[in-house]
């Protein structure tokens, strides 16, 4: 059982910035962002290990920064350059499971999920 709650979300300018953040429990494994759109499919921007390999969307390449603390079981998302097209509710997921390398954006990949934080962006 892996329990994870989001934070860091609200609203912001066209080229500002977000930093969200994930508190989880249990095992989580491989941990990603998710986001959805009302109306549009899930889409996994950023993909982590506990090895710290990444993955990345091509919509937010260079733009967007996944991080994890092991430790201290916390995600994190950095969101610079923020667009009007970024706007959805992000949520934190978690695997439950190990990769060598980095792991899938796919949502189906990703078992558990928080309840959401919503990133608006105003142009």
């Known amino acids: 059982q892996v329990q994870l709650v989001e934070s860091g979300g609200g609203s912001v300018q066209a080229g500002g910035s977000l930093r969200l953040s994930c508190a989880a429990s249990g095992s989580s494994g491989d941990m990603g962002w998710i986001r959805q759109s009302p109306g549009k499919d899930p889409e996994g921007v950023a993909a982590?290990?506990?090895?710290?390999?990444?993955r990345y969307a091509d919509s937010v390449k260079g733009r967007f920064t996944i991080s994890r603390d092991n430790a201290e079981n916390l995600l994190y998302l950095q969101m610079n350059s923020l667009k009007p097209e970024d706007t959805a509710m992000y949520y934190c997921a978690a695997s439950g499971v190990r990769s060598l390398g980095p792991p899938p954006l796919g949502a189906t990949y990703y078992a558990y999920w928080g309840q959401g934080t919503q990133v608006t962006v105003s142009s």
């Open positions: 982590i290990n506990r090895d710290g390999m990444t």
